[in-house]
Structure formats: C-alpha cells, structure tokens
C-alpha cells in the first residue's frame, strides 16, 4: 500500500437525513483500510431531526461543524476550503499536507474501493469515484458549455465529489465556491477550476461507488405532462434542485469560452425569466449566492 500522510481527514456534509447520515458514517468507518488513521469532520447544514445529536452520543471522536441551514453543497465546499485555510481550527499542524476525503453521505463504497483508492492515490491530483452500473467519467466542453458523459473511466477536467481524494494544498487551489448552489455545479466548479491549474482529475475502475435511487436523480423533467413540465419549471428557480439555472449562469460564466458564452447565458436568463412568469415563483437573488 502506498504511504499515505497522516493522518486522512474525511469530510461529510449532511442535512436532515439522520438514518442515512449515520448509515454512511457506520460504513465508511468499517470499510475504512486498517493501519491508516482516519479523522471524520461531519458539516451539519442546519439539521432539524437530530442528526448532530445522534452523532454525538455514539461517536464522540467526529468532528462536528454546525452550519446555517442555506449553505447546500456548494456552501459545505467554500466552508472545506475554509477550514484547511486554518489547519489549527481542525488540529492540524500548519506544515502537514494530508490527503482529504469529501463525501456524500448517501454513497456505499464496493468491496474493496477504499483500499484500491488509497493504494492509487500517489498516481493522481485527484481520484474521484466512478458509479457502479453507471457512467465512469464527465467532461465540460467549455465552448458549447455542456457536460458530456463517458462510460469508461480516465483522465477528465471535471468530476463530481461523492467520494474525492486530495490533497489539502490541492483542496486550497481550488477557486472558492459560491455559497448556495446545488450539488452538481458546485462539484464541477470545485474540480473545474483545479483542472484549469494544471491539476490531473481521474476515476479508476478500481474506485466505484454505489449511488440510492431515493437520494440521488438525474436532472432535467421526469415525463412530459404539463403538471411534470411546471414542477421541472419550478425546480430551475429552486437552489435545491440540481438544474438550478441561477448556478448554471454563474458556471458558465466563468468556465465557458466565447463566442457561445454570451448567447448562451443570454439564453438562460430568458429562459429563467420565462419560467418565473409561468410558475410565478421566485428564487433567490443572483447576489446571495456569491
């Protein structure tokens, strides 16, 4: 097995979901490889069922940070980021350069996964999973500004963070990302941004998670009725929901390439517009999520 610095700080943010939050953390701790330390930091964003407290009474070595309630994944991200800014907030030695772990918490790592990631970890900037039964790989074409999927696993420029290794300096080379957008575009702002700097993101068919279907869907509208048509409506205005066009406008931008970034941004705002008169929801200001 590869030396590993030590010790590995995992950090697992959550909300409002105690039986799966307590699941996970019962599972990454039995799968976790022997002789290799771990540190868990669970990020609380504001849970109302208890969850901290559960934590608490039966594992009283994590670590855990209290958020407000509206930081969503994005905001657990730019909260990370903070945290290793300051290594003596989390006990850590100023000079140490540890490998991190960001994970969701309604993920199963396969048999094996963990151990097969650390013992590849000394290969790669960053090591993100591959699905299980899905796709190994996402890339972002920043000249059209879309996301396409590949079934094999490789090198890539964008990745989600279910389950990511790297390295704290890696983790603060990242740009900062903005509180308050979704899951998925705050994932590919995260390691986005470290690909632009040169840094090597990979999955290896060796690193695979399992992903709940009650937990984890994929964007874009559910059938075509008019009332499934007016709830993916509102879901584009929602900041919880991965298709979230506020975030959308905000990743591209800053990632897209011209020419298209000026068109397609246009696009999205009518697009936004448009579904706010039609739904006659409204979302949050553009300004609260920077």
């Not at 899905?134 to 094999?152: H, I």
């Not at 490789?154 to 300096?169: D, E, K, P, W």
Request: aromatic fraction near 10%; glycine fraction near 6%; charged fraction near 20%.
């Amino acid at each position: 097995m590869t030396e590993v610095p030590l010790p590995v700080l995992a950090f697992v943010p959550c909300h409002n979901r105690c039986s799966i939050t307590l699941a996970f953390l019962e599972h990454l701790q039995q799968c976790w490889p022997s002789g290799v330390p771990l540190i868990i930091h669970v990020l609380d964003d504001g849970s109302t069922d208890g969850t901290s407290d559960s934590i608490r009474s039966r594992w009283p070595q994590i670590c855990l940070h209290q958020l407000d309630g509206r930081q969503f994944w994005g905001g657990a991200l730019n909260t990370i980021q903070n945290l290793l800014k300051d290594p003596l907030v989390i006990g850590l030695d100023p000079k140490a350069d540890p490998w991190v772990l960001v994970a969701n918490d309604d993920i199963k790592f396969c048999s094996g996964s963990l151990e097969s990631a650390v013992a590849l970890l000394s290969n790669f900037d960053v090591l993100a999973p591959a699905i299980a039964g899905g796709w190994g790989r996402v890339m972002f074409e920043s000249r059209t500004g879309r996301f396409l999927e590949f079934p094999d696993c490789g090198t890539s420029n964008v990745a989600t963070t279910m389950a990511t290794f790297l390295r704290r300096s890696t983790c603060l080379r990242a740009e900062p990302v903005p509180r308050g957008i979704p899951h998925y575009l705050s994932d590919y702002w995260f390691t986005h941004s470290l690909s632009c700097k040169g840094f090597r993101i990979n999955t290896h068919t060796d690193f695979r998670v399992f992903t709940r279907s009650d937990t984890t869907r994929p964007s874009g509208p559910r059938s075509c009725g008019l009332r499934a048509r007016r709830a993916y409506w509102r879901a584009c205005l929602d900041p919880r929901s991965p298709d979230y066009i506020p975030a959308s406008i905000i990743f591209r931008s800053r990632f897209s390439a011209e020419p298209l970034k000026f068109w397609s941004l246009a696009l999205l705002r009518v697009k936004s517009l448009i579904y706010r008169l039609l739904t006659g929801y409204h979302p949050p200001s553009m300004a609260s999520l920077q």
